[in-house]
Every structure is written in C-alpha cells, then in structure tokens.
C-alpha cells in the first residue's frame, strides 16, 4: 500500500465516509474526498476533510471544517464514528472512557450536519447528549438478544461502573440511575446505516466469549434530533460477526463501511492499544497486539450470527481507524502521533 501523510490541528484520525455532496467538492476545488473526525476535543472542533485536488490528482490536503455547535459547544468529546444518510453526515461518540476509566458522560453523544452546508461557511451541527441512556439500552440489549459476552473483568467493573456511579451519586447526577452493576463498559467505534435506515453499531468491547466482535442494529436515530418530542433509539437487533477472528485471540471492531451493493466492509482488531495504560487488557491480555483486518459481510435484520469473510489482512497495521471504498478501491485511515495517514490499497 502507499500512503499520503496530513496534518489537521495536530489530532489523530478517526474513521473515513466518502463526501457525497457535489457542492461541496466543488466549492474546494476537489475530483473526490473523505470526511474524518479527529479525537482530541468537543466533537464541533473535530470535523475534517481529506480532499484530493480536481487538478492535480494525487495531490491531497486537509480542511479543518468550521462549524456552530449551539448549546452543546464544549460538552463533548471522544468522536470516533462517522455515518451517512439522507444527506446527513452522523458524527458518533465512543459512550465509553478513559483507558483506565471511568466511563465519561461526554463521550455520549450523537451530531449531525447537512453535508451541502459545508460548502457555504460555518456548519450548523446538532449535537445530542444521552445521559448514559443508550449505554442502559445496549447492555439490556445484549442480554435480551441472547448474545454470550465475555465478561468485562473484576478490576474493568470497578474502574468503568463502580467507580462511575461512585462520582455521579457525588455528584447528585440522576444518570447514575441507569448503570447496574454487571454493566459492560460498551465502546462504540464503528457506525453505518443500512439499506432499510436502521443504524449499524460496531462495539470495540465487549465482545463475545469466543472473542468475536459484536454489531447492534439500532432504529430512531433521527428522532434524537426532534428538540420538540425526543425519543431515544431503540436496539432491534444484536448479532456476532463469526469467521473473522484469529484463533486465540480478542477481536473488536474499528470500522464499518456501507458498500453500494448493500453489503459492508470493516475493519476488526485489538480491543484496546497496547502500553496505554488499558484496564480491559490488563483483565483480558490477549485482547491486545492484534493486527488489523479488512473483512465483508451481510447484514440480515434479526439474525444472531453474521457470517464475514476475510477481504485482506493489514498486518502489520495495529492502528487502522477508518476504511471507505471509492471507484472500487479501499482506502484506510490510521491512527497516527499527531498526523493523519491515509493509506491506498
């Protein structure tokens, strides 16, 4: 693979969508490009496009998008999954923590923006914060769909739901109500919608007890973002990507993209980064130092099991963020010390 290396305000990159607004490439001057959220800040300041020049092909650059938050500016953090719709561009918190925990509110949350705006100025971008309500919602999930999750580990339980209802009651904040214990700390890293506009979720952690990664189908996105009568997404399905994961080992996902024929590619790999401090690995060592793998799958409403197929192994890549598929080829992102590597198949 050959890669281009660019630098957005000094941040780290996280997953890649496909620019689909015409107006938008235009307005920069740009044949193609990819959205990317960086995951070092409030969300509204994390917001990147890697454009490649209409005039010199080859040629990449980066633009820092400028945006108007409202209310929410400064409330958020952690951005890791982008997803497309209806010409919207979602913008997914992870809902998990620090490394070494506790679980941070800040890291709840879902935006969105009309992708032609981009092309005229400031973005209005609408972000919603839930309060660790989806977090209830995907472990009751998990347990409800019947999928057999490896156990988060003893000193996970007290870093990531003990020590966080602890700070919350100090705090008198009524979301502690919707943690329990045996909760999974749930790590949201990937999103794409599906052709009937459910949303897919690809959870880093947990994973099943075999080490397979989990995907939960989710439906009400868009009534999130009714200011008038919000309602709060529902899980209509949960199923384990089987097939994938190498013998021995703990795969989660980093990834996921929608392809125009209704299937998805994903990106799968370790469960957490290894000598960072992870309390998940320190429980579950053999979560850590997997390479990545690009794989394929389709997607089936209400099947428990989802059979993948290996598409390339990225080896010896640790760290891939993001795939996206443009006239046919994969493109990947990577998680780099303060530059972005976008990388060609």
Not at 26 to 43: I, K, M, N, Q, S
């Amino acid at each position: 693979m050959t890669s281009v290396e660019l630098v957005v305000a000094g941040n780290e990159a996280s997953d890649l969508l496909p620019v689909h607004s015409e107006a938008l490439l235009a307005a920069h001057g740009a044949r193609r490009g990819f959205w990317t959220v960086l995951d070092e800040g409030p969300v509204e300041e994390c917001l990147a496009l890697l454009l490649e020049k209409d005039d010199n092909p080859g040629h990449w650059f980066a633009h820092h998008l400028s945006t108007r938050p409202g209310r929410e500016a400064g409330r958020t953090e952690d951005g890791e999954a982008l997803a497309y719709k209806d010409g919207w561009v979602y913008a997914i918190g992870s809902h998990f923590g620090s490394k070494a925990g506790p679980l941070r509110p800040r890291r709840a949350f879902f935006s969105r923006f009309r992708e032609d705006d981009a092309a005229r100025g400031p973005v209005p971008i609408h972000i919603v914060r839930n309060q660790f309500r989806l977090h209830r919602v995907f472990n009751d999930a998990l347990r409800q769909h019947g999928i057999d999750t490896l156990p988060s580990g003893s000193l996970a339980q007290e870093r990531f739901i003990v020590e966080t209802t602890r700070r919350g009651t100090a705090r008198r904040k009524g979301w502690t109500q919707r943690l329990a214990p045996g909760d999974h700390p749930v790590n949201v890293e990937a999103a794409a919608f599906t052709p009937s506009g459910t949303l897919l979720l690809g959870l880093r952690f947990p994973v099943t007890t075999g080490g397979e990664p989990i995907l939960l189908e989710i439906d009400g996105v868009e009534a999130m973002f009714d200011n008038d009568v919000r309602t709060w997404p529902e899980v209509v399905g949960a199923s384990v990507l089987t097939g994938v994961t190498p013998p021995g080992t703990l795969t989660g996902f980093r990834a996921i993209t929608a392809r125009p024929d209704g299937t998805f590619d994903a990106v799968i790999g370790s469960i957490d980064a290894l000598n960072k401090g992870s309390i998940l690995l320190d429980d579950h060592p053999h979560g850590g130092g997997v390479e990545c793998r690009h794989v394929r799958f389709s997607f089936a409403s209400g099947e428990t099991e989802t059979k993948g197929s290996v598409v390339m192994e990225l080896a010896p890549f640790r760290n891939v963020e993001g795939l996206a598929e443009i006239d046919g080829h994969p493109h990947y992102v990577t998680d780099e010390d303060h530059r972005i590597a976008l990388w060609f198949a």
